[in-house]
């Protein structure tokens, strides 16, 4: 049997052709698979730092909100004990009888028709109405009540404060 040499190099030079072919097309698309990866990982870098970089205004913020939440509260407290302290300045007056409670009268309505003492006499420093002076047990409750309430209206207040610093 007499080989066809011309076959054989015509199958050759096919298969040469469709290797040279195969090798360029793979040299082709690994550079467009290349710059496909380098496209990608610029764009997940970018992406990173856009990510890092709104992490830290948001911790910058969360530090502003944390310090101004701080001397909101140092503030809160500060009115706090310095009311109690007038509280209790105020209650030590009252027990050692430095300083007394009155109440105005009101000397235009009888509804009891009887008289209460008045508790200025005529060289007394109080002006205006008649006074009468409170009993010191019901002006230490009297005092309590305020302080109480004077608590609850710092503790409001702060509460506002909270809301507000927290909102912004």
Known sequence: ???????????????????????????????????????????????????????????????ALEQRLSVSEQTHYRKLSDAQKDQNRLRDR??????????????????????VSSGTEAGGMVHGGTRAQLDPAHAQRIIGITDDGDQGLIALAACQAFVREASR
């Open 1 to 63: 049997m007499a080989v066809p040499w011309k076959a054989v190099g015509a199958l050759v030079l096919v298969l040469i052709g469709a290797g040279s072919t195969w090798h360029l097309q793979d040299w082709r698309y690994g550079k467009q698979l290349a710059e496909q990866a380098r496209l990608q990982a610029e764009t997940l870098n970018q992406l990173t730092l856009i990510a890092a970089t709104a992490q830290q205004a948001e911790q910058d913020k969360r530090l």
């Open 94 to 115: 009252l027990a050692i009888s430095d300083l007394r409670l009155s109440v105005l009268l009101d000397s235009t309505h009888s509804a009891s028709g009887c008289s």
